[in-house]
């Protein structure tokens, strides 16, 4: 079944991209677009869809109409792309149920890898996010977010975690999990905010104390 998508932002030319990317892939179907929040209500309402690609910093389009559109479709998944955020809108984004973000700078494998990613209810951040978010611990992000209780941890998570301990490199996971370098470094940033870990030794201790690996099971990639 193809993951259908609606694009929500008022310049013409970034919505023209962003149908002309779907469009482009043959497991995306384009669900229609809007430059305000009155169209992405009726479009939400007309036309269900499965993700929806929203700047939400664009006048007309803020964290509200994310939050009704959700309501109108509680399956919803939801993909900011916008220009750099601050801390205090990355984290009110999340909170209206933002799933993924992305800059605008992102590039193309970015962007679609975010867009499977978020269809499947992960979590995808542009690099630079993920950076930002770890690199200020005294303004953490809101434990509902980047908390590391168990549950948390998803199956593709421990996979991840499980295949550092073992001692693979980041192209070995993703040609393993047949997936993008960048979506598996995403991942492993995400799980080391998660997890309170700085380091490839704090995943390891980490699988080790859950069990996701025996102590004779690893190695340390010295390249």
Excluded: W
Excluded at 136 to 145: K, N, Q, V
């Amino acid at each position: 079944m193809k993951i259908r998508i609606a694009i929500a932002g008022q310049q013409y030319l970034v919505r023209e991209g962003l149908r002309a990317l779907v469009s482009s892939e043959a497991d995306f179907a384009f669900a229609g677009e809007a430059d305000g929040a009155e169209m992405l209500r009726q479009l939400s309402v007309a036309s269900p869809f499965d993700v929806l690609i929203i700047d939400h910093l664009q006048a007309g389009l803020g964290l509200q109409s994310i939050r009704a559109a959700i309501m109108i479709n509680p399956a919803l998944k939801i993909l900011a792309i916008t220009q750099r955020p601050g801390r205090k809108e990355l984290t009110a984004a999340l909170d209206a149920g933002v799933c993924s973000y992305l800059l605008t700078e992102c590039d193309r494998e970015e962007i679609l890898d975010a867009i499977r990613a978020t269809a499947q209810g992960e979590q995808f951040f542009c690099g630079k996010i993920v950076n930002e978010v770890m690199a200020s611990p005294d303004e953490a992000m809101p434990d509902t977010e980047f908390s590391c209780d168990g549950v948390r941890i998803s199956a593709r998570e421990v996979e991840i975690i499980r295949l550092v301990a073992e001692g693979l490199t980041n192209k070995e996971i993703a040609d393993r999990l047949c997936l993008s370098a960048h979506t598996v470094t995403t991942h492993r940033k995400n799980i080391m905010n998660k997890l309170g870990v700085n380091n490839t030794a704090g995943l390891v201790l980490f699988a080790i104390r859950n069990n996701i690996v025996t102590p004779n099971h690893f190695l340390f990639n010295t390249n």
